[in-house]
T-cell receptor, first 117, second 112 residues
Framework: AQKVTQAQTEISVVEKEDVTLDCVYETRDTTYYLFWYKQPPSGELVFLIRRNSFDEQNEISGRYSWNFQKSTSSFNFTITASQVVDSAVYFCALSERGGSTGNQFYFGTGTSLTVIP | EAQVTQNPRYLITVTGKKLTVTCSQNMNHEYMSWYRQDPGLGLRQIYYSMNVEVTDKGDVPEGYKVSRKEKRNFPLILESPSPNQTSLYFC???????????FGPGTRLTVL
């Protein structure tokens, strides 16, 4: 079973629109960590955020915001007023601390975001 | 500069010819990992290492070997590459497994 599900394969928005990227995770552990990474067309992987399972506070960083809801096992990412430079593949990931399956790191399949000027 | 380096960046080889992709980090990180990225499948973990001489399988370890003799290095070995191992490979490191991972630039491997 997929530990991290990103159901949106591709999204296209027009510049300045808001967009939300969905992430649903699965774990039996009480202590875990969630991440978002960005992969621009140049190919490198860029870390965006990490949240631990005990901190459900939403976070905002400039035009980026993250909504963590344990009740729905979701960790969604919203870009406000999107820009062309936001065009990238975005990955959600899960790490279980000394979890039941060892010390693996799980990525979703990614959402490719295209922002049209 | 804190970084993860991988070599080579690009490699074209033939079926069965053993190859090694090197990975090195200069941040004194304990956790190191190899991933492969394929279209539609995201990044899948091949092997990881919690520390020197401690390695374990990820989700797709078949056909790969790793070693961790020194903290900074974590080479990926393909003893008999096959075409289904054509992929983009990333090495990553972090202080511990639940910290932010730093990624190398990637190695694009083609097996003919």
């Amino acid at each position: 079973a997929q530990k991290v599900t990103q159901a949106q394969t591709e999204i296209s928005v027009v510049e300045k629109e808001d967009v939300t990227l969905d992430c649903v995770y699965e774990t039996r552990d009480t202590t875990y960590y969630l991440f978002w990474y960005k992969q621009p067309p140049s190919g490198e992987l860029v870390f965006l955020i990490r949240r631990n399972s005990f901190d459900e506070q939403n976070e905002i960083s400039g035009r980026y915001s993250w909504n963590f809801q344990k009740s729905t096992s979701s960790f969604n990412f919203t870009i406000t007023a999107s820009q062309v430079v936001d065009s990238a593949v975005y990955f959600c990931a899960l790490s279980e601390r000394g979890g039941s399956t060892g010390n693996q790191f799980y990525f979703g399949t990614g959402t490719s975001l295209t922002v049209i000027p | 500069e804190a970084q993860v380096t991988q070599n080579p960046r690009y490699l074209i080889t033939v079926t069965g010819k053993k190859l090694t992709v090197t990975c090195s980090q200069n941040m004194n990180h304990e956790y190191m990992s190899w991933y492969r990225q394929d279209p539609g499948l995201g990044l899948r973990q091949i092997y990881y290492s919690m520390n020197v001489e401690v390695t374990d399988k990820g989700d797709v370890p078949e056909g790969y070997k790793v070693s961790r003799k020194e903290k900074r290095n974590f080479p990926l070995i393909l003893e008999s590459p096959s075409p289904n191992q054509t992929s983009l490979y990333f090495c990553a490191s972090s202080l511990v497994v639940y910290n932010e991972q730093f990624f190398g630039p990637g190695t694009r491997l083609t097996v003919l």
